[in-house]
């Protein structure tokens, strides 16, 4: 094989010949802005007023060139699904890949078409974007998200439900919930930006028993159901899925069936495994104290369930026959079967 390394000639002098170069003056060729194109991936842009504060820009980069910042003057409802932050960027790491754009769930995110900064200041390479740009020049849009790069699914998997004839004479469940199939789809949409955690009033861990489920794993969804909440097949039902509002997703499409996803992982465990999940963390040792909970609603029985996994010994009063309160007498057996209300309970 032939050499292709280039052949130097050595010697002692050459470096010296650097300096012949010291005292001349620089070649300084004047700078002829050229436009850019229209999809030209240059200095960041962000609509501030569509901007919520999600920070999935900031996970899907690489170079970690994207970082929160609490702005203290802005709205903030995490009910709502908005955060009183916005992605800085350190352009010292961007690699202008565009990711953060075709990732944003509300689109606030784009690159302009301005593309020159020059200075010393190393802290002027990082910057909170507006929609005026670096300069404040208001330079024209370049790559901004569109069908083709969109990296989001926003359309929900079809919920399946009994056709109204077939359940005209009795109170089975009308839903009927996902197959397999439409459950991996369905938490593939899911980006994890953790909106729908401080949403829900149990700051129930969605992301993370979602992320289970696409890896088909449901005995771990079920551990991190379990680890806020002891009623996953009533909510996995009947929940008012504050969570859903706040979903990223749903601002440009449908948001992610976090209910149903949480129905679905229960409805593929052994009830005895799932027995065993939910009391994997019950202390080993009792304390020798008594507790008194009067009430078998879902409060008095979660405060129940807490109480003995702490060691507790618990007895629980009830007035009606059988446990479970508005969750038995309030609600139809198509809306909650009674069995799956009984193996919460």
Known sequence: MSDIRPKYKGSLLRPMKALSFLFREPATLPMEPREASEVY?????????????????????????????????????????????????????????????????????????????????LDSYLILPDEAGMHGEN???????????DLLDLARQAMGELEPEARSDN??????????????LEASRCIQCGMCHEACPAHMHAPEYIRAIWDGDMERAVEEIYRTNPFPQVCGRICTHRCESACSIGRRGDPVAIRWLKRFAMDQVEPQKVQEIALKNKVSKPTGKKVAVIGAGPAGLTAAFDL??????????????????????????????????????
Request: glycine content about 10%; aromatic content about 10%.
């Open 41 to 121: 991936r240059g200095f960041h842009l962000n609509d501030w007023e569509k901007c919520i504060g999600c920070g999935t820009c900031g996970e899907i980069c690489d170079n970690f060139a994207i970082r929160m910042v609490e702005i203290p003057d802005l709205p903030s409802d995490p009910a709502k699904g908005v955060k009183a932050r916005r992605p800085a960027i350190d352009y010292g790491r961007c690699c202008w890949c565009a990711l953060c754009v075709d990732i944003c769930p509300t689109g606030s995110l784009s690159m302009s078409r301005e593309y020159i900064h020059v200075s010393r200041d």
């Open 171 to 184: 109170f089975d469940e009308v839903t009927k919930g996902f197959d397999a199939q439409s459950a991996l």
């Open 139 to 149: 330079f024209l849009k370049g790559w901004a998200k569109s069908e083709t790069s």
């Open 308 to 345: 003995a996994k702490l060691g507790h010994s618990v007895c629980v009063y009830e007035a009606r026959p059988e446990p479970g309160g508005m969750m038995r007498y309030g609600i139809p057996e198509y809306r909650l079967p009674y069995d799956r209300l009984d193996a919460d309970i």
